[in-house]
């Protein structure tokens, strides 16, 4: 995002085979998770995140996404913020 001082994330997420929309249902519990989708492929759910600082970002990733019930592996993608030329 332009001009916002904020840390951003895509969380794709690999979960048990069946458990997609209770994984989905138990991200939409974290308030730091903005969005959050089922997808098809080699992932199951993907979830946006939005945090103050990468501190944070990497808090809510390992103590409660990866702790969630049926969560097998996660993959983290970070937004890079625009830098000026």
Known sequence: ??????????????CDKGEEYNVLKNL?????????????????????????????????ITGHIRTLPHVRTTMTLNVIVEQES
């Open 28 to 60: 939409s519990k974290i308030p730091d998770v903005k969005e959050a989708d089922v997808v098809f492929g080699y992932y199951d759910v993907i979830c946006k995140l939005e945090t103050s600082d990468h501190k944070e970002l990497e808090k809510i």
């Open 1 to 14: 995002m332009l001009g916002q001082n904020i840390a951003q994330a895509y969380v794709v997420i690999h």
